[in-house]
């Protein structure tokens, strides 16, 4: 391994096998391997699917290698949920259960075939991932946080054959809860301390897009850093917020204590399915409701895929439903390519259920509160204008003009966080909001802001401060449930509004005021009042601001 000319890359491995293939080859060896076959090619086409290449057969399972660690978690999820359906109408000698695990690291080309301890740790990974379930490692936990639907336990550092140095794991749940404490690693005098939150805070990647032509428009600008999420309230829906003074959040918790003895690894417990409701597709128009209330009333065997922009397919009444899930995407994914000008990569069709059972792994879009828009909009009315538009530059105002500005369908202009905005027109003005809020949701990770409805601007534009992203409050670590629902709320508050920030974790939340002045002012006295320490004007309206 010494060779100068050997090629080094960056890659996330899954290890897939098959749990007691031994005995069942031991009852009948040829039945055994024609399942085996059937199977491996339901996983291998889900693999490619998800942009992932196999690059070995390993006698009873594989390992295969993906570019994104969110793709081959995506791939590792339907590859167990396309075998818990399988199993669940097969007879007994018709099982096949599998164990995967997924590593991101640094590997060593050999021709196609990979090597190195990326792959072994992979493997590893798969050896402790309990029957069924999914078994990865911190470097992948750290990439997928935030993005899928799935909570975690955190087993802590684990002491695996081969390997010389600990490796931190984390076994998938698809249930959403919090990652339990880390137990102490095999040998180990005790477990990490670490701990992570839900998976619905974390890292947001920067999206590689451009524009797109014709009717819809995407565009992302420099990507923001890495930020940590404070753990979400639910908040139920106001109008216009009261002035609100926040205290300093409450120390973390102590992790507790690790025993002595490490306990038996404990099985996860299925997951309760998400039923397939038509009002719950994302993304499709609401002239479409009719089709999706036809696909959950049709019979099995069936499948729904859909794509970011609301373009879907469904194929029902199948043979199977690995049949089911082909045909779906293959035709929804023909459809994207006939209707959309210039196809990106997260135009790709996603599979959504099969059955009545909902396989997305994503999470549901993020979204601002019901009724997503302020309920007084600015008076005088401000006419939208492309060229005064914050946070927009030459190419996105030049688009606007040719193209939003003479459409005459409803639409809205969303901004999102990362100086990203999107539009597209739909039949009205209450599911153009919907759409593009969730499609940009969906795509940042964020909830974003409604700017324009049709020609009217329908929030303020800073002008003492300059805005320089869109304010989002999960980027606010360590606030407590009543500054929670109180930033929610800002999101849709009426204008003027502002919030300040102390040192010390203060907050001060004003809404509702005649000037900007007077909304900067409140904030900050607010802020002071209530013990705050060097606050600072952090947001003005939906903006994040800095000096100008």
């Not at 090619?41 to 295969?64: E, Q, Y």
Request: proline share 9%; hydrophobic share 40%.
């Amino acid at each position: 391994m010494s060779d100068t000319n050997l090629v080094r890359r960056l890659t996330t491995i899954i290890a897939i096998d098959v749990v007691a293939f031994s005995t069942m080859s031991a009852r009948d060896e040829e039945h055994a391997l024609a399942l085996l076959g059937a199977r491996m090619d339901i996983a291998g086409m889900l693999i490619r699917h998800h942009r992932g290449r196999v690059f070995k057969l390993t006698g009873d399972g594989l390992l295969a290698e993906f570019a994104s660690p969110v793709e081959a978690v995506r791939a590792a999820l339907e590859i167990q949920e396309a075998m818990r359906s399988a199993n669940a109408t097969a007879g007994e000698d018709e099982q096949l259960n599998l164990r995967i695990g997924i590593n991101l690291g640094d590997i060593v080309e050999s021709g196609d075939d990979l090597m190195g301890d990326a792959v072994n740790v992979a493997v590893r990974l798969e050896s402790i991932a309990t029957t069924g379930g999914i078994c990865v490692s911190s470097s992948v936990y750290e990439q997928i946080t935030g993005k899928l639907m799935l909570g975690a336990e955190d087993i802590g550092d684990q002491h695996v054959k081969n390997i010389p140095r600990p490796i931190h794991a984390y076994r998938l749940t698809l249930d959403g809860s919090k990652p339990a404490p880390a137990h102490p690693a095999r040998g180990a005098a005790k477990a990490s301390p670490r701990s992570r939150l839900l998976l619905m805070s974390g890292i947001v990647a920067a999206l590689a897009v451009a524009a797109v032509g014709g009717t819809f428009y995407l565009r992302q600008g420099p990507a923001s850093g890495a930020v940590q999420i404070a753990e979400p309230t639910s908040a139920t829906p106001t109008t216009s917020p009261p002035a609100v003074a926040a205290g300093a959040a409450p120390p973390a918790a102590t992790p507790p204590a690790a025993s002595a003895a490490p306990p038996a690894p404990r099985p996860t417990a299925p997951a309760q399915p998400r039923l397939f409701v038509p009002k719950e597709v994302p993304f499709v128009p609401d002239f479409r409701s009719r089709a999706l209330e036809n696909y959950a009333s049709a019979a099995d065997s069936k499948a729904f895929a859909l794509n970011v922009r609301g373009i879907f397919a469904m194929a029902t009444r199948r043979i199977d439903d690995a049949t089911a899930r082909r045909v779906a995407l293959e035709e929804c994914n023909k459809a994207v390519q006939r209707d959309v000008p210039l196809v990106r990569d997260y135009d790709r069709c996603m599979l959504y259920a099969v059955g009545n059972n909902v396989v997305w792994s994503f999470r549901p879009p993020a979204m601002p509160p019901a009724p997503y828009i302020p309920a007084l909009r600015p008076n005088p009315p401000i006419p939208f204008d492309p060229t005064t538009a914050p946070l927009l530059h030459t190419p996105a105002r030049k688009k606007l003009e040719e193209n939003y500005l003479k459409s005459d369908r409803s639409r809205a202009l969303v901004l999102g966080h990362g100086r990203f905005d999107w539009w597209t027109p739909s039949q009205n003005n209450e599911d153009a909001i919907r759409r593009n809020l969730q499609i940009c949701g969906h795509l940042t990770g964020r909830p974003c802001v409604v700017y324009a409805l049709n020609n009217e601007t329908l929030v303020r534009t800073p002008q003492t401060m300059r805005p320089v992203n869109v304010f989002v409050p999960q980027d606010l670590a360590n606030i407590t449930p009543d500054q929670r629902q109180a930033l929610d709320q800002y999101l849709i508050a009426n204008d003027w509004r502002a919030v300040a920030l102390s040192g010390n974790g203060q907050v001060g939340i004003v809404s509702g005021k005649e000037s900007e002045g007077e909304a900067k002012a409140e904030a900050l006295r607010i802020c002071t009042q209530s013990g705050g320490i060097d606050c600072a004007i952090s947001a003005i309206g939906p903006f994040q601001v800095a000096p100008n």
